[in-house]
């Protein structure tokens, strides 16, 4: 009788601990030109039309010169035309809500808000980037292009299709509180130390490397000159020519390029 009990005593633990995560749903909330869904466990493909609701495993496809908006509680994803995605992960927990979305091809504009007083946990991933936010309005293709238009994005690593799974979340990972900014630590919004964009920088993902462009680095090797990263000023690429032909100014061998500056100084009496 003792182990009966223990046993009905564990399941309603079990039971309690499975009830604290629910299931949220995406919600449809505008259809332009033919838009279409391929429901988890089903190889049909349906319209999609304004009012429907879509769950986790989902596909959604919008076809030429067509788009749709959807709602994940009070985060707006938009798809523009050639797009698909996967809704990968739809889960409201007592802390916070989790939306993870697999962006097969295409490109989509985003606006996360939490609501109820949850923290939000909203990705976006594609074969070369991933995107992980909130409180922030952004934009991001399946290349790995990726623009901020508020907040700050904390874009990582891609994940290919076929690894995509829950394990991949961040699981016990709850984000900071508050809306996010540049001054943001990118460890407060995914829990990891990646690329940080803020508002009004843009990633641009390497189609040949496929790493992601650092906006703060860019900026820096701007101002800066040679930084060991790609970057470099008018300066260093000048370096290695021919001055009065004298050869190579520092050794080495001669840069086939060349040009000229002009240097104009005006003298007021």
């Not at 943001?184 to 130390?193: I, L, P």
């Not at 100014?249 to 003298?267: N, R, Y």
Request: zero cysteines; aromatic letters at 4%; a positive charge.
């Amino acid at each position: 009788m003792k182990g009966i009990k223990r046993t009905v005593a564990a399941f309603m633990f079990a039971a309690l601990a499975v009830g604290s995560v629910s299931a949220l749903e995406a919600k449809v909330i505008s259809v332009s030109g033919k838009v279409e869904v391929q429901k988890s466990g089903s190889s049909a493909w349906t319209p999609l039309k304004s009012g429907d609701t879509v769950s986790k495993g989902s596909v959604i496809s919008t076809g030429f010169k067509s788009s749709a908006e959807i709602q994940i509680d009070g985060s707006k994803v938009s798809l523009e035309p050639l797009t698909r995605i996967t809704i990968e992960k739809l889960a409201s927990g007592s802390a916070k809500d989790e939306a993870s979305l697999y962006l097969n091809s295409g490109k989509v504009n985003a606006d996360v808000k939490k609501t109820s007083g949850k923290k939000v946990d909203f990705k976006v991933s594609s074969p070369v980037a991933t995107a992980s936010v909130r409180g922030t309005v952004f934009s991001f293709n399946a290349r790995g292009d990726l623009t901020t238009r508020e907040g700050l994005v904390s874009k990582g690593p891609g994940v290919p299709r076929a690894n995509v799974s829950d394990s991949d979340e961040t699981g016990d990972f709850v984000p900071a509180d508050g809306e996010s900014s540049v001054t943001t630590s990118t460890e407060k919004v995914s829990g990891k130390r990646e690329i940080p964009v803020a508002a009004g920088q843009s990633s641009s993902g390497d189609t040949v490397t496929g790493r992601s462009g650092n906006p703060q680095r860019e900026k820096a090797g701007a101002s800066m000159g040679p930084r060991g990263d790609g970057t470099s000023s008018l300066a260093s690429k000048e370096a290695g020519k021919t001055q009065a032909g004298q050869g190579p100014a520092f050794g080495g061998s001669v840069d086939k390029k060349s040009g000229t500056v002009i240097i104009s100084i005006s003298i007021e009496d």
